[in-house]
């Protein structure tokens, strides 16, 4: 580390000249001077303030993925159907479109829902008030429960189809003792169900309390309670069960839960059942199997989302306990009855794919965290403590600070790791697999009660700005390695900031999340027949009910079909947002086309004395009281282009166009083209050195300005040669936490000469001290 240091500190003495005298001004009075000072201070703790607040939103999506949305069932949020469901007195009884003669009669259609009209004498619609005529919530009149040789009637009974069939199978199973199960217990829709949803067995039981809030009360662990064999509850399993073993296909049962109203109140469901698709048959159970609802009563609107890659697993349960309210409507509104649906929602994920991701999205929070550190340590902290500490407000002491002016380092803290390729890498894994998180959170935006869910949906939808802003910069790279004169002429031209990229891609996936994305959960779960819309069983009426996709277990790599349907919109996003970035950066290229290319020099008023690694000025020559605008570079040498003697080992300006030291001197032009511009085709020290144009690839920055001038100096601001990984510390550069080797050692030919002529010496003399050691042996011998 030592010799690299003298290595760099020798090649910034080469790219640099003499320290010269600080030209005459005229004195700020200390007013201004404080009030500079102090907006300088105020910039920097806003960066500070930003910066803070990205970690805080880092931290609050790992733990949103971990606590909320982990492995561990939660049920953090509230959510309900949309609007009141509604049954009118005069509301008509659903009419099959199938005529039915005789229970168990063979009909295939396309779900089961009318197979409950053998077990009830109608069944009347909850509607939602839309134009749309359809309905998942149903009133059943007179419908007959219990064991097929004790059944009653009951007058009424609400049925949700919110339940799947693979469920409902397993938790008879559960009940039923190993030498009583039917051979469905033994097929893959029960034996493979927990590893289908990685869900607990142990049952739960639930009370809904008649208070203002959605407050649960869960029993503790109970003990499995198995059906006696001979008795009503086992016979109840069974008819359920043979239900189920005779329907085809699976993905077209429909099962509900419901309950027995008696009067308007709060209600849990107890009365559960499953309607055949192929025959005219149903089953309920609960009435004298009384713990099938501890097994039950948390797989409401259960689905499963599996991405399969390359034998990896991303699992994706969702799963609800279900709360009904039931009220009377007044006379003055008509009559009727209100049912509120109303659940909370439990999000579990699991998987090696799940594992990567909160392994990535934690070391990409502790790579911003230590390269916010490292900034902060090595180049603004030595900045900062001479504006607290009264005894550092000297230029003595600044000289062995680092070199550029506290308001040169605007946005130095902030900028992002996003040009080190393994950082871009893994954030494009990231937000690749944190996207199949944005349908849970649709449902959350959609049905939420707005009491944060809608916030962290949301925040994770909106999180897609960091892959346009990683495309559009390696687009531009791409640019650049092309034709890099070209490019950099553009850069001169027109640029587009982070903010507003930023803004673009919000604004799209805005607009995407406030119309076509916030159809996607149901459409997705159509698409993948995890729901049902069947609208031929019912004259006028569109029934949706949850249904068990049969192929999903015989999948072993995720269809194209699914990936596509499941990436497009992020895909829509992504390429409308390149293209009005690609817009606003050609518009603003043509607006500044009549006044030609800009410099991208950040001139100063005056010329301050340059201030090389290892110079040191005195207080007599530059005044205690002078402001710090006037500390010039330390350590930047490298990072600078002179117009003046001693020469450099880089390429110098061309003879006659030397730049001017001051705003007050144009710049003659020369053979048509200005200084400025025969300047700006030359690559800076720092470019040749790390082998980065970071003029030309600089397209997307927060200002015009990439450099500053001091005097006849030019420097790169501290921003962009961070952003592209290097770090300048104690006088020499190094490279930036979470980059890979972008400062190369540097070795000079005269000096390896010396080394190995050293080295060389070195050898003989310890050739002949072991000489004689070596012919004594030899002797001996």
């Known amino acids: 580390m030592g010799d690299r240091w003298k290595i760099s500190r020798r090649f910034a003495s080469l790219t640099s000249r003499p320290i010269h005298q600080a030209t005459e001004k005229k004195m700020p009075t200390g007013r201004a001077k404080r009030r500079h000072v102090a907006s300088q201070r105020l910039q920097l703790l806003l960066d500070v303030a930003l910066v803070l607040l990205f970690f805080v939103l880092d931290a609050r999506d790992l733990w949103f993925k971990l606590s909320w949305m982990g492995p561990r069932n939660s049920f953090s949020f509230a959510t309900s159907e949309p609007g009141h469901l509604v049954l009118r007195p005069s509301a008509d009884p659903l009419e099959s479109a199938t005529a039915f003669s005789y229970s168990g009669q063979a009909a295939q259609r396309a779900s089961g829902w009318s197979s409950f009209l053998e077990k009830c004498e109608s069944l009347s619609p909850f509607s939602d008030g839309g134009e749309d005529a359809t309905f998942q919530h149903v009133l059943g009149k007179n419908c007959m429960i219990g064991a097929p040789n004790s059944a009653v009637p009951v007058p009424e009974l609400v049925l949700s189809s919110s339940v799947r069939v693979d469920s409902m199978a397993w938790s008879a199973c559960k009940l039923l003792y190993h030498h009583r199960k039917p051979p469905i217990c033994h097929s893959p829709i029960v034996t493979q169900f927990s590893e289908r949803y990685n869900m607990r067995e142990a049952p739960s039981a639930m009370s809904y309390p008649p208070s203002a809030d959605l407050t649960f009360v869960e029993s503790r662990p109970q003990e499995r309670v198995s059906a006696t064999p001979g008795s009503d509850a086992e016979m109840e399993l069974v008819e359920l069960l043979s239900v189920i073993s005779k329907s085809s296909p699976l993905s077209a049962v429909v099962c509900v839960e419901g309950f027995i109203p008696n009067g308007s109140g709060r209600y849990a469901s107890s009365i559960f059942g499953c309607g055949s698709p192929s025959y005219y048959r149903s089953a309920f159970v609960g009435r004298d199997a009384t713990f099938f609802s501890s097994f039950q009563q948390d797989k409401a609107w259960l689905t499963s989302d599996v991405l399969h890659v390359m034998g990896m697993r991303f699992l994706m349960r969702e799963n609800r306990r279900s709360l009904f309210t039931l009220r009377a409507l007044g006379s003055d509104s008509g009559g009727g009855r209100v049912l509120e649906h109303a659940s909370l929602l439990n999000f579990s994920t699991s998987g090696s794919l799940y594992t990567i991701l909160i392994l990535v999205d934690a070391a990409l929070l502790l790579l911003n965290v230590c390269s916010a550190v490292e900034i902060g340590r090595c180049m603004l902290w030595p900045l900062w ?311 030309a690839q600089s397209l997307v920055r927060d200002s015009w300005a990439v450099m500053k001038m001091v005097g006849s100096q030019v420097l790169l601001l501290p921003p962009y040669y961070l952003e592209h990984g290097i770090v300048l510390a104690s006088g020499s550069m190094k490279t930036r936490c979470g980059f890979l080797d972008v400062v190369q050692p540097i070795v000079l030919a005269k000096e390896h000469e010396q080394r190995k002529e050293g080295g060389e010496r070195e050898q003989k003399a310890t050739d002949r001290s072991i000489g004689p050691i070596e012919n004594d042996q030899r002797s001996l011998r």
């Open 385 to 695: 403590k001479p504006l607290i500490v009264t005894e550092y407000q000297t230029w003595s002491a600044h000289a062995r600070k680092m070199g550029f002016v506290l308001g040169d380092y605007a946005r130095a803290f902030r900028v992002t790791l996003f040009r080190s390729t393994p950082v871009a890498l893994l954030t494009l894994v990231s937000r690749l697999l944190s996207w199949l998180l944005v349908f849970p959170s649709l449902i959350l935006w959609t049905d939420g009660h707005f009491g944060g869910e809608d916030v962290h949906a949301l925040l994770t939808v909106l999180r897609v700005w960091v892959i346009v802003t990683i495309c559009v910069r390696n687009g531009w790279n791409m640019v650049v390695a092309l034709d890099e004169k070209r490019a950099l002429a553009v850069v001169r031209r027109t640029y587009i900031s982070t903010l507003e990229v930023a803004a673009i891609s919000l604004t799209v996936a805005s607009c995407f999340l406030s119309t076509s994305l916030s159809n996607m959960s149901r459409e997705k779960s159509l698409h993948e027949r995890q729901l049902v819309a069947d609208s031929t069983s019912f004259v006028g009426f569109t029934a949706f009910a949850n249904t068990f996709p049969a192929q999903q277990d015989s999948l072993q790599n995720t269809p194209m079909a699914t990936l596509a349907f499941l990436y497009s919109p992020l895909l829509a996003i992504v390429g409308w947002s390149i293209v009005l970035v690609a817009v606003l950066a050609a518009v603003r290229f043509l607006v500044g086309i009549p006044s030609g290319p800009r410099s991208l020099i950040q001139r100063t008023s005056a010329a301050g004395p340059l201030i090389q690694p290892g110079a040191t000025v005195s207080s007599s020559d530059v005044s205690a009281t002078d402001d710090i605008d006037h500390m010039s570079n330390l350590s930047a040498g490298i990072l600078m282009r002179s117009s003046s003697p001693p020469p450099s080992p880089t390429r110098g300006v061309p003879a006659g166009n030397a730049i001017p030291t001051s705003t007050a001197q144009p710049m003659a032009p020369t053979g048509g083209r200005s200084d400025t511009e025969s300047f700006h085709d030359e690559r800076l020290p720092v470019e040749d050195i790390v082998d980065i144009p970071i003029r």
